[in-house]
């Protein structure tokens, strides 16, 4: 008796198991007819208990991409300020990087698209935070965080001399205007510094929704003296 109904406890856990895996195969898999005819069914099976996703193998997998541009402005020879168009300053530097692999820029880059994350970073949040202090529940606690000055506005009083410049600033204000002197073979009065951001989608709405496009947006760091600089 004790035999039977180990065996039937065993069959029952193996074939437990192997829909189990079956399906988690099928949920991790690329998208293919049969995950696509199935989709809801597996979803449903997988949600919320035994959702997998890439952050698995990466906590905070790449879902934008940034481009770091600069516009410098000059005054000609009349007093009349000129402006440049916009310089994409991450496909320079790419564009140098990919030229010599073993170059010391690729440390450079690095710090770059560091710093280019911590200012949209630091942007982000002064967003939420101007969000929360209109809700009623931060308005009856008193948040006092709110009263802090906002990044923006940390930049405004580094511009008028009352304070530093953020470190993250720095690394790009250094390659903004070193972007710029390659280009023109000259220097510039003030620079301004825009972040575009391309958020994709997650991968499975590219297969289910029909309307899925890429949102592009930007930041616009207010204008700020050009760093007289001509080697990285």
Do not use: C
Not at 34 to 48: F, G
Not at 72 to 93: A, R
Not at 204 to 211: K, L, S
């Amino acid at each position: 008796m004790k035999n039977k109904l180990f065996v039937i406890w065993y069959l029952f856990l193996s074939i437990a198991l192997l829909i189990h895996f079956s399906i988690t195969i099928l949920y991790n898999s690329p998208v293919n007819p049969i995950t696509y005819k199935y989709y809801p069914a597996i979803q449903s099976y997988m949600q919320p208990l035994f959702n997998q996703n890439w952050k698995l193998f990466a906590p905070d997998p790449v879902s934008n991409n940034h481009k770091l541009l600069v516009k410098g402005y000059y005054k000609g020879e009349n007093g009349k300020e000129n402006e440049t168009q916009w310089i994409d300053v991450t496909e320079l530097l790419v564009t140098e990087l990919h030229k010599n692999r073993l170059t010391p820029l690729r440390l450079a880059v690095a710090q770059i698209t560091t710093s280019t994350i911590e200012t949209v970073n630091k942007y982000a949040t002064d967003q939420m935070k101007a969000e929360a202090s209109v809700t009623e529940d931060n308005t009856q606690k008193g948040i006092s965080d709110n009263d802090r000055p906002s990044y923006e506005e940390l930049i405004n009083h580094a511009i008028n001399g009352d304070g530093a410049y953020p470190r993250e600033l720095i690394v790009l204000r250094g390659a903004s205007s070193n972007a710029l002197y390659k280009t023109f073979g000259r220097h510039f009065d003030e620079i301004i510094i825009r972040i575009n951001i391309e958020r994709f989608p997650d991968y499975y709405d590219y297969i289910m929704e029909e309307d899925v496009e890429i949102e592009t947006i930007y930041i616009q760091i207010p204008k700020i003296p050009y760093k007289e600089i001509s080697e990285l």
